[in-house]
């Protein structure tokens, strides 16, 4: 499981009500799912979507993040 803390600072890409939007906590499941889940909820709670999707870089696990 990944515990999400939602009274972090977010920084300047996302919105901290989405965040708070965000599950408790994710998992359990196979390490690949839960990350995929977790970098899946920080790309879902930027301000815009599409730029904080380009700072990922591919990996080679498989795992699909759109």
């Known amino acids: 499981c990944i515990y999400v803390n939602k009274h972090v600072n ?3 890409n ?6 708070l ?9 196979r390490p ?11 790309i879902d709670s930027a301000f ?3 730029a904080v999707f380009t700072l990922l870089t591919e990996g ?5 993040i759109s």
């Open 48 to 50: 815009q979507q599409k």
């Open 60 to 64: 080679y696990g498989g795992e699909k």
């Open 10 to 12: 977010t920084g300047p």
């Open 32 to 42: 690949s799912v839960v990350l995929q889940q977790a970098v899946q909820g920080c």
């Open 14 to 19: 996302l919105d901290r009500q989405k965040v």
């Open 21 to 29: 939007q965000l599950p408790d906590h994710l998992g359990p499941a």
